[in-house]
Antibody, heavy 128, light 106 residues
Framework: EVQLVESGGGLVQPGGSLRLSCAAS????????TSWVRQAPGKGLEWVSG????????YYADSVKGRFTISRDNSKNTVYVQMNSLRAEDTAVYYC?????????????????????WGKGTTVTVSS | DIQMTQSPSTLSASVGDRVTLTCRAS??????LAWYQQKPGTAPKLLIY???SLESGVPSRFSGSGSGTEFTLTISSLQPDDFATYYC????????FGQGTKVEIK
């Protein structure tokens, strides 16, 4: 069964740090981009960051650039996001999701791909 | 950056209704558009990709159309399980979601 499982969420003070993990199983992990998508309470979905299957290319939304760092360990089938200088507006459920890596797989003209499998999410609360 | 705008924000409908949701992109995204369904407290679920391709296991009452900047998601006969929030997402350049359309019971 294809599965993504997030962990590492919790309560952190403004200015603090947290590292989230996304553990994958059931598919060829290195063939997929893994992204983090967040959802603030009562709000919509916001793509936050992504990393190519090899880990050589990373992508960030402007809202987190310079504060969040995404990485992956393909030997452990796990993607991480290190979140520093956290703000109240980073409070959200954080989902990880996978999409085909069009750098290494034929995506028939696309450079990026849709997210076909999502984890259940982990909650991050930034508050004093 | 590509912006995605969905309308309406909320749609009230009854079981059996045909409903159409709209998504507009700020620039052409060809057919690189996906639709997701999300129910409260759960992760989004992929319904449609490449604007009109139905994801495996998704009921055929869901259909998508459009290209360029204008897209629609149609539910041909609304079922009780379909009351949820629907998001469009472009994947032409990185990933951007629309703000969502909540389909509620009339």
């Amino acid at each position: 069964e294809v599965q993504l499982v997030e962990s590492g969420g919790g309560l952190v003070q403004p200015g603090g740090s947290l590292r989230l993990s996304c553990a994958a199983s059931g598919f060829t992990f290195s063939s997929y981009v893994t992204s983090w998508v967040r959802q603030a309470p009562g709000k919509g979905l916001e793509w936050v960051s992504g990393i190519s299957g090899s880990g050589s290319t990373t992508y960030y939304a402007d809202s987190v650039k310079g504060r969040f760092t995404i990485s992956r360990d393909n030997s452990k089938n796990t993607v991480y996001v290190q979140m520093n200088s956290l703000r109240a507006e980073d409070t959200a459920v954080y989902y990880c999701a996978k999409s085909l890596d069009c750098r290494t797989t034929n995506c028939y003209g696309a450079f990026y791909y849709y997210m076909d499998v999502w984890g259940k999410g982990t909650t991050v609360t930034v508050s004093s | 950056d590509i912006q995605m705008t969905q309308s309406p924000s909320t749609l009230s409908a009854s079981v059996g209704d045909r409903v159409t949701l709209t998504c507009r992109a700020s620039q052409s995204i060809s057919s690189w558009l996906a639709w997701y369904q999300q129910k409260p407290g759960t992760a989004p679920k992929l319904l449609i990709y490449k604007a009109s391709s139905l994801e495996s296991g998704v009921p055929s009452r869901f259909s998508g159309s459009g290209s360029g900047t204008e897209f629609t998601l149609t539910i041909s006969s609304l079922q009780p399980d379909d009351f949820a929030t629907y998001y469009c997402q472009q994947y032409k350049s990185y990933w951007t979601f629309g703000q969502g359309t909540k389909v509620e019971i009339k």
